[in-house]
T-cell receptor
């Protein structure tokens, strides 16, 4: 009954360090997403993958890269972390991006602090 | 482009009070509309949805009606409980560029006191 699992849950980075957030889903979903959540800003889409083998930029992609490793896994990489990337990151998945009524399923979040 | 506007929070209520959280949207076509809820320390989860005009979504005593004429999807509950304290997000899903990618509002925090 795992759903969407993301790691790590908490991380502190120094400015300039790199790290990768891992995400996996066990619902056989085609589409996966990375969002960031900041106070007063709601959820903003960083990148998404409509299907295995494809990735597209969302609203705030600068400073991030993604890899859709296989159908289950979608990772987010910060190459050179900046304090502005301090945020809560959510991975999510859905059956596809081909239907307007599709439900998005979220992981529990990763709290990242860049000092 | 698409956008969702929610009322500012926090909304503070006493237990058993009536709840309304306003949500209006801007879209070019006929989106699906959603309410998601985020409990403290957790990810978002779907509360209810409506996929066409005049549909009413409902779950756990919450309901919202898709009003195309007023481009609104207000969330209501007749009698809130302390356990309803959470952040509520209105969202829409449309296909402006070929994929249905949801757009979220900024969230409204609800605090229910005993």
């Amino acid at each position: 009954n795992a759903g969407v699992t993301q790691t790590p849950k908490f991380q502190v980075l120094k400015t300039g360090q790199s790290m990768t957030l891992q995400c996996a889903q066990d619902m056989n979903h085609n589409s996966m997403y990375w969002y960031r959540q900041d106070p007063g800003m709601g959820l903003r889409l960083i990148y998404y993958s409509a299907s295995e083998g494809t990735t597209d930029k969302g609203e705030v992609p600068n400073g991030y890269n993604v890899s859709r490793l296989n159908k289950r896994e979608f990772s987010l990489r910060l190459e050179s972390a900046a304090p502005s990337q301090t945020s809560v990151y959510f991975c999510a998945s859905s059956e596809s991006t081909g239907g307007s009524g599709n439900t998005i399923y979220f992981g529990e979040g990763s709290w990242l602090t860049v000092v | 482009g698409n956008s969702v506007t929610q009322m500012e929070g926090p909304v503070t209520l006493s237990e058993e009070a009536f709840l309304t959280i306003n949500c209006t949207y801007t879209a070019t076509g006929y989106p699906s509309l959603f309410w998601y809820v985020q409990y403290p320390g957790e990810g978002l989860q779907l509360l209810l949805k409506a996929t066409k005009a005049d549909d009413k979504g409902s779950n756990k005593g919450f309901e919202a009606t898709y009003r195309k004429e007023t481009t609104s999807f207000h969330l209501e509950k007749g009698s809130v409980q302390v356990s309803d304290s959470a952040v509520y997000f209105c969202a829409l899903s449309e296909k402006p560029g070929g994929s249905y990618i949801p757009t979220f509002g900024r969230g409204t925090s609800l605090i229910v006191h005993p």
